[in-house]
């Protein structure tokens, strides 16, 4: 095995990316080397190279099924050639902050999250993952490449959309923003009992796959405010939950004023502009409303479990693949398909 790889990242931070070439990196006891098998880019990849200010070096990507190439010493229950789903959020789980409770921040916000933000990403030749025992599934017979990559971040994000609004059965849900995250917190919303779910975005293809997923109306926010067409179809009645899953910070606002006293807003959208919430919109914060937010799960008993929903057909997530690639030049391709965001994209996938 050559000493060195090739990835795309940062060249220049919030300007410029491209290929970039890096020692592969060696696996400590609990890790393991990956090869790319198949990966997907995500909107966080292109604020990250846009807007975040990654560093230059850096290798994008954290969407992958990959081919294990190496194994460390205390590896127990993976080897090398197995195929396996890989989380957005792998975190090395012997670390104190555990203990707090959150997973994904471990001692510090975000702290859980490795690929793409405190190591190389997936965009390469090979990556490496922390605890790769309690960290990557194995991918299950008959379920898709393309259904393992997109459960380990789209489906367990807008899932978690889902869990932090506490639907209950026979509820009334909101979605802002049905890009894939936001399809998938349809997704979760029926799956947890909603009677109603309403989605808000404006691209036909986008709209449809909402009503696929199972959004009884869809509204555009191009028609007019959102919390006027809610309360249109509503008859003026609050709605139970909201998910915030795109838009910008002023639909917290609209959240909170369509949603009911004791209701629940979880937002999953990580707007970066400031947020002013107004005492007149949220009834002087007296009303017992939950604003909450929060990063995706990760870690390998919730990706089972979440590809058992497409194993035993309760989910198709493979619907939300618009675009395919093959070969990992084409990452690139795929990479400025998704920062482009033409009309026709829902989730663009490279086959290697």
């Not at 605890?131 to 971040?153: H, I, K, R, W, Y």
């Not at 997923?213 to 809610?230: F, H, L, N, R």
């Not at 915030?244 to 909170?256: C, F, L, M, P, R």
Request: negative net charge; proline residues 5%.
């Amino acid at each position: 095995m050559s000493k060195t790889m090739k990835g795309f990242g940062i060249i220049v931070p919030n300007k410029e990316t491209g290929w970039v070439n890096k020692e592969i990196p060696e696996v400590e006891p609990f890790e393991a080397l990956l090869s790319p098998v198949a990966v997907c880019p995500c909107t966080s990849d292109v604020d990250g190279a846009r807007i975040r200010g990654v560093a230059a070096g850096r290798i994008l990507g954290h969407e992958a099924v990959g081919r294990i190439e190496a194994v460390g010493s205390m590896v127990k229950d993976f080897k090398v050639g197995d195929i396996v789903a890989v989380p957005a959020v792998t975190p090395k789980w012997y670390d104190i902050g555990i203990q707090e409770g959150l997973h994904q921040h471990l001692s510090r916000p975000l702290g859980g999250r490795f690929l793409s933000s405190q190591w190389d990403g997936v965009f390469g030749e090979y990556f490496k993952v922390p605890d790769v025992d309690m960290n990557v599934a194995l991918l299950p017979e008959g379920v898709t490449l393309s259904s393992g990559v997109l459960v380990g971040d789209m489906v367990t994000t807008g899932f978690h959309g889902a869990e932090l609004a506490d639907i209950k059965f026979g509820d009334t849900v909101v979605v802002i923003g049905i890009g894939p995250v936001g399809l998938m917190s349809v997704a979760g919303a029926a799956l947890r009992g909603a009677a109603r779910i309403i989605a808000v975005g404006n691209r036909p293809i986008t709209r449809q796959l909402a009503m696929e997923y199972g959004a009884t109306e869809t509204i555009s926010y191009k028609d007019g405010p959102i919390y006027d067409q809610v309360m249109e179809l509503t008859g003026n009645r609050p709605v139970d939950s909201v998910i915030i899953a795109g838009g910008t910070t002023a639909n917290i606002a609209e959240a909170y004023r369509m949603t009911k006293t004791a209701g629940t807003i979880a937002n999953i959208a990580g707007q970066d502009s400031d947020f002013i919430l107004k005492a007149s919109e949220s009834q002087s914060f007296v009303t017992h409303k939950t604003l909450t937010g929060g990063l995706c799960p990760g870690g390998r008993r919730r990706l089972e479990r979440l590809l058992d929903l497409v194993r035993y057909g309760k989910l198709d997530v493979d619907k939300l693949i618009s675009h395919s690639f093959n070969g990992f030049e084409k990452i690139e391709d795929a990479f400025h398909l998704m920062a482009d965001n033409p009309s026709d994209v829902v989730k663009p996938i490279v086959y290697m």
